[in-house]
């Protein structure tokens, strides 16, 4: 529990209060849960009024639960921090596929542990590699593990950017505070 409360915390600054910017695909969103999130959980009032309490469920519930981050946040807290902003802010399936694809090029070719379907979907293979990897790699393999995650979601920034012009005016922010 430790870990999703520093999550939350580390959140609270980038995603803080009301906005309802035309050019963000988002729509309405507050705490950064988008309205389309917070009606699919069962809030159905003005976003500008949605309770912080409610917030916080909907992103225990729809990004750390969801990504199963409890197990690998009692091994590695940053890495689980990590994809719970990813999710948070990319999807949850991209942070798992992100997860799941760093890990399956870190295996020593298979030697460590098996290949994993990359299905965005955190489950007992991706808990069992996670447990592999960090017990072969030990404390510079949550460096490199965070560095790998980083570099996939860096280069998600810029092609989103690059397919959605749009979103260019977002880039900036998005590399300042969310890639390492």
């Known amino acids: 529990m430790q870990a999703f409360d520093e999550a939350i915390a580390a959140l609270k600054?980038?995603?803080?209060?009301?906005?309802?910017?035309?050019?963000?695909?988002?729509?309405?969103?507050?705490?950064?849960?988008?309205?389309?999130?917070?009606?699919?959980?069962?809030?159905?009032?003005?976003?500008?009024?949605?309770?912080?309490?409610?917030?916080?469920?909907?992103?225990?519930?729809?990004?750390?639960?969801?990504?199963?981050?409890?197990?690998l946040?009692?091994?590695?807290?940053?890495?689980?921090?990590?994809?719970?902003?990813?999710?948070?802010?990319?999807?949850?399936?991209?942070?798992?596929?992100?997860?799941?694809?760093?890990?399956?090029?870190?295996?020593?070719?298979g030697a460590t542990y098996p290949d994993m379907t990359v299905d965005g979907r955190i489950g007992p293979m991706t808990v069992a590699a996670f447990r592999a990897y960090y017990v072969a790699r030990d404390g510079e393999g949550v460096k490199v593990l965070l560095r790998a995650l980083n570099s996939l979601r860096g280069a998600f920034y810029i092609g989103l950017a690059e397919s959605q012009p749009k979103d260019e005016r977002f880039v900036y922010g998005w590399l300042l505070n969310r890639v390492a």
């Open 73 to 109: 946040a009692l091994l590695a807290p940053d890495v689980a921090k990590e994809l719970f902003d990813a999710a948070v802010n990319c999807g949850p399936d991209t942070a798992g596929k992100w997860l799941q694809r760093s890990l399956n090029v870190l295996n020593q070719g």
């Open 13 to 71: 600054p980038i995603e803080g209060g009301y906005t309802n910017d035309p050019a963000d695909s988002g729509g309405p969103t507050n705490y950064g849960i988008t309205q389309a999130t917070a009606r699919a959980f069962g809030y159905d009032g003005d976003m500008r009024a949605l309770p912080r309490d409610t917030a916080v469920w909907i992103y225990r519930k729809r990004y750390w639960d969801a990504l199963s981050l409890d197990p």
